[in-house]
């Protein structure tokens, strides 16, 4: 099955071509469907037939290159298109093909009825294609086609409905930002991708590691670290560049569940985790990852506290848990980050694709404000959102909490303290907020039919009004929607138990850490990491954090369902607070002020009416009314006399002649 | 008696200079138009001329050729003349000058 892995790559591009070229003509939406999940759910199978196969092999032999063919040869770069298998690629790989195959299905029921439902299919496998190859790829050029491929498809994907209007502006412009702010992101990747073909020669992952593992120039590194950081941070939203992913919510909610969640926005961790022994030799750029990571953590957090959109408050949640994921990168805990990955994956496409059950139910609303009560229409979803908000809020012994637990047990034990405490503030936002969404929407009095706008309670108003149509009861969405979001519960539960820590599961250890282990040996090596902190004080931490998780949770309760009039007391007396909040810190405000108005104004004012305009239109006008001017003057020799003609032409050949007898 | 070949190169030169002449300073079309086969003709006098004088009969070759096409070309050309008459009612090549900016 190794040797079989290009298929996980081949047969996702094999369904986008298929309902890419053939899809508006299929128009059955079983047979698209069947064939845009079915490719996935064999590539899933592939990829753990794969698993399987190198879980039997002995730790050494866990890494085998599947070479396809020689991609670039040119000036003595050689670039083959060859595929890794290993323990990191593996569990990365299980994730997007796995999770991917659960979200197809549920797309089939939320498709249902679109016009374009063959292109989104097609859309999808082609976005699994290019993550695939993101994953697998064992080059830096490989992974740099799946890196600019998911942001092709992460684009296309947010304006799918590219006629719908979004907030402001369209869908469009969302999908544009998108793409826009990666690019920077992308750039500061391919200025790493240079330096480290400069310094190391080679673009290839061993031989990159093999010999970064005994070069010892820590500016280098720090240089390189830096720029590879920069990319990830354009593609997992992190501080400065995550303004792109609440407005990716643009997209249908599978899309959100799929890219903007479990998937590609993790891409960034996976190249952290996978380049950890040049992070790990530069030190001052692993403080920085861990700093950005616990500041973007808390920081989207804070702002999903007030956010009334339900996509939102699940979109600055997952900017938070990104930011979980880069503190655990920051100290060294590449493992336990991973880990994080994987259960994240679970949960938080649980909740969107909640979400996406929920909106579907409520027809397109997508304000919390307008929902409530809902736990006795919507049984299904009703229960597997919950658990994937105890899961997220770190309540044991859901996933959640193994995952999460590690990272800041690591982030006090190779970070400080403060890096702790900044991430269980963090984990009491992330309580608090998902149970404020989960009673909002499940708890408390129907809200849907009351026509009426809701109390301002921020500065915005909201462009979307209660349906006024309808009348009918929400309902329970489909069976191929709500059995994925089974499936994705029951993981969401007992995905964690693969990462039980050392100190409760015995002699066997952390099975997900040593499966991770051979991957990230070189970097731990160098990083030499070994606290001395005793069982008492992790199992301390541990209780506390579930404790903060609990009292977040009950508060929440508290406030949303037992005196509502709390909270508007709250965002009354802490005015200020709460419209920074509300209005996300002002960072659009901030990056429209300081770089797109300058740039839009320079490109107006200067490169169209002066550099266009007068100097690029006026070299060309010039040169034509030059060349007018002169032919003004050169044209009266053609006085339309043939012989005046033929006695030029006897002149000039009489002088060819001349030229050429007396040379 | 042999003629030595430079007579007859002294009638052509003459003949194709009387030809350019007439070509540049007639004003009727078909004077213009004899003058050019009067040209054409001291090339081909040349022609043999230099084939009999090599002994080499390449050059009677071309002759033959340079007729054909000369053939041609007065039947283009007289037709030409003839269209020309037809609508402007002249043959003076003076007053034919709209082949102008």
Not at chain 1, 611 to 627: E, P, Y
Not at chain 1, 628 to 634: C, Q, R, V
Request: net charge positive; charged share 15%; aromatic share 14%.
């Amino acid at each position: 099955m190794i040797n079989l892995i290009y298929l996980t790559v081949a047969l996702p591009l094999l369904g986008f071509l298929i309902n890419g070229f053939f899809g508006n003509k299929i128009k059955n939406e079983k047979v698209i469907g069947a064939i845009g999940s079915g490719v996935i759910g064999l590539s899933f199978l592939i990829a753990l037939g794969a698993f399987v196969e190198t879980l039997q092999l002995p730790v050494e032999e866990r890494k085998n290159i599947v070479n396809l063919f020689t991609w670039l040869d040119v000036a003595g770069i050689k670039i083959n298109f060859a595929y890794q298998v290993d323990q990191l690629s593996l569990v990365m790989s299980l994730i997007v093909t796995g999770v991917g195959f659960i979200i197809h299905i549920y797309s089939i029921g939320y498709m249902h009825g679109d016009k374009s439902f063959w292109r989104f299919f097609a859309y999808l496998n082609l976005f699994i294609f290019a993550m695939m190859n993101l994953i697998l790829g064992d080059n830096f050029v490989v992974l740099f086609l799946g890196w600019e491929g998911v942001g092709l498809c992460s684009y296309l994907l947010i304006g799918f409905w590219y006629d719908r209007k979004f907030e402001k502006s369209t869908t469009a412009d969302a999908a544009k930002k998108a793409f826009i702010v990666n690019r920077i992101g992308d750039f500061g990747f391919l200025l790493g991708m240079f330096l480290i073909y400069l310094t190391f020669g080679s673009l290839n992952f061993n031989e990159v590691f093999s010999r970064a593992s005994i070069y010892s120039n820590e500016f280098i590194f720090s240089l390189i670290a830096l720029f590879l950081f920069i990319g990830a941070t354009g593609k997992s939203a992190q501080i400065p560049l995550f303004v792109w992913l609440p407005d990716a919510m643009a997209g249908p909610t599978p899309v959100s569940a799929l890219i903007h969640a479990a998937t590609m926005v993790t891409a960034g961790v996976y190249m952290v985790a996978r380049c950890s022994i040049i992070f790990a030799s530069a030190p001052d750029i692993m403080m920085l990852v861990a700093v950005i990571g616990a500041f973007t953590a808390i920081f989207a957090a804070s702002i999903g506290l007030v956010q009334n959109d339900i996509k939102k408050v699940l979109a600055y949640s997952t900017i938070s848990q990104l930011g979980y994921m880069f503190l655990a990168m920051g100290v060294g805990a590449f493992s336990a980050g991973i880990f994080h990955v994987m259960t994240h994956a679970f949960f938080k496409a649980l909740l969107f694709l909640g979400a996406g059950s929920i909106i579907h139910a409520m027809h397109e609303q997508q304000d919390i404000r307008f929902y409530g009560g809902l736990k006795k229409y919507m049984p299904a979803t009703f229960k597997t959102f919950l658990i994937a908000a105890l899961a997220i809020s770190g309540i044991p012994p859901l996933s959640g909490f193994f995952s999460k637990d590690e990272i800041l047990w690591y982030s006090f034990a190779n970070g400080s303290i403060v890096l702790w405490i900044v991430g269980v503030v963090t984990s009491m936002m992330t309580a608090f907020y998902m149970f404020r969404l989960y009673f909002l929407t499940f708890e408390g009095k129907e809200r849907f039919n009351l026509h009426k706008e809701p109390q301002q309670r921020g500065k915005k108003a909201e462009p979307e009004a209660v349906d006024t149509h309808h009348s009918t009861l929400p309902h329970e969405s489909p069976k191929l929607m709500t059995i994925p979001l089974i499936v994705l519960a029951a993981l969401s539960i007992v995905g964690g138990f693969i990462g039980i820590p050392a100190i409760f599961s015995g002699e066997h250890g952390n099975l997900f850490h040593n499966w991770l282990e051979p991957v990230f040996k070189n970097a731990n090596n160098k990083l030499n990491y070994y606290g001395t902190h005793t069982h008492f004080e992790e199992i301390l931490l541990m209780a506390l954090s579930v404790i903060f998780a609990v009292s977040a949770i009950l508060l929440a309760r508290y406030i949303y369902l037992k005196k509502p009039s709390i909270a508007d007391n709250i965002a009354g007396k802490f005015k200020g607070l709460y419209n920074v909040l509300w209005n996300k810190y002002y960072v659009d405000e901030i990056y429209d002020a300081t770089v797109v108005n300058p740039i839009v104004k320079t490109s107006d004012k200067f490169l169209w009416r002066i550099n266009d305009n007068k100097i690029i239109d006026g070299v060309v006008n010039g040169t034509a009314s030059v060349i007018g001017l002169a032919s003004g003057y050169f044209r009266k020799v053609q006085n339309g006399v043939a012989q005046f003609y033929a006695f030029i032409m006897i002149i000039g050949i009489a002088a060819a002649l001349f030229w050429l007898i007396l040379r | 008696m042999k003629i030595p070949i430079e007579y007859f190169l002294v009638l052509s030169a003459f003949m194709f200079v009387t030809g350019v002449v007439g070509v540049l300073t007639r004003r009727n079309a078909i004077v213009v138009f004899m003058c050019i086969e009067l040209m054409l003709n001291s090339a081909n006098l040349s022609l043999i001329a230099f084939s009999s004088y090599y002994g080499n009969s390449v050059g009677q070759l071309f002759v033959f050729f340079v007729m054909t096409v000369a053939a041609a070309e007065a039947s283009i050309g007289l037709a030409i003349i003839i269209a020309l008459f037809r609508n402007k009612m002249t043959l003076n090549i003076d007053e034919v000058n709209i082949l102008k900016w």
